[in-house]
């Protein structure tokens, strides 16, 4: 409850500036967005507050944490579900699937940018809240609970950049999904932040990747794609415990 308090603090002056800034660096993305560093920043200053500049040191670490992923590579190709999903989507509406979307020096920038911002929001959500909410309450009810916040988290945005209600709330439930799944590859990549936050950059590229900078992503096929392969993953752990 500290994390999101503080996180929500945080929060506010980025809702601030959309409101008074109304510019969008991508399209559906206002300057609100900028407040995907502010989960990292929350963790930090409550690691710190804990465990010292030592612990702060450790924690800021587990960003480029690829050491973890050593013989976990079986996950690798879970990074191509949102763009998969999203190409999908396009497809199934009845656009040309070899519609050019992005160039690829942009998607370049945008895979390094969105990396960075993964990293701001998964140091927070997974690197910090995870685990003592796994411990307590079991994985799957962690991801639910922190898919949930990070999901209302994400409201005021969709409302700055005019998404209509139907829209959002697919893009929730999809948001609520994808989380599971990312906790699910925290843990079965060793725990490791920086697969999730490689993961959830290559989300966002494959959401902006689209043609129009992502102004033609429609969340209902992707919300549903993502559901499934959450269920999934989590039916695979269910069948496995009881045999260990």
């Known amino acids: 409850m500290r994390f999101v308090l503080l996180l929500l603090v ?31 920043v929350a963790a930090a200053i409550l690691v710190a507050r804990a465990q010292g500049r030592a612990g702060l040191r450790a924690f800021l670490a587990r960003a480029f944490d690829w ?54 929001e998964e140091l927070g959500w997974c690197g910090y809240l995870l685990e003592p909410l796994a411990r307590r309450w079991g994985e799957l009810a962690a991801a639910l609970v922190i898919g949930v916040v990070w999901a209302m988290w994400h409201l005021v945005p969709f409302l700055q950049a005019g998404r209509a209600a139907d829209w959002i709330a697919w893009h929730m439930a999809m948001t609520i999904a994808l989380r599971v799944v990312t906790v699910r590859l925290y843990f079965g990549a060793g725990r490791s932040v920086f697969a999730t936050a490689l993961f959830h950059a290559f989300c966002n590229v494959g959401f902006f990747g689209l043609p129009m ?18 269920v999934a993953l989590w039916l695979a752990v269910a069948v496995r415990r009881p045999a260990s």
Do not use: N
């Not at 206002?30 to 995907?36: E, I, N, T």
């Not at 999908?88 to 998607?107: E, N, R, V, Y």
């Not at 900078?213 to 959450?230: E, K, S």
């Open 67 to 120: 050491g973890r992923m050593r013989g976990h590579a079986l996950w690798t190709p879970l990074l191509l579900l949102i763009p998969a999903a999203a190409a999908a989507s396009w497809a199934i509406q009845g656009h040309d699937p070899a519609s050019p979307g992005a160039a690829l020096w942009i998607l370049a920038v945008m895979l390094l940018a969105f990396f960075a911002a993964g990293v701001g």
């Open 213 to 230: 900078y992502g102004g033609t992503y429609d969340p209902r096929f992707t919300a549903v794609a993502v559901i499934v392969v959450a």
């Open 10 to 40: 945080l929060t506010l002056p980025f809702w601030a500036l959309a409101e008074l800034v109304q510019v969008e660096p991508l399209p559906g993305l206002p300057l609100s967005g900028l407040m995907a560093f502010m989960p990292a």
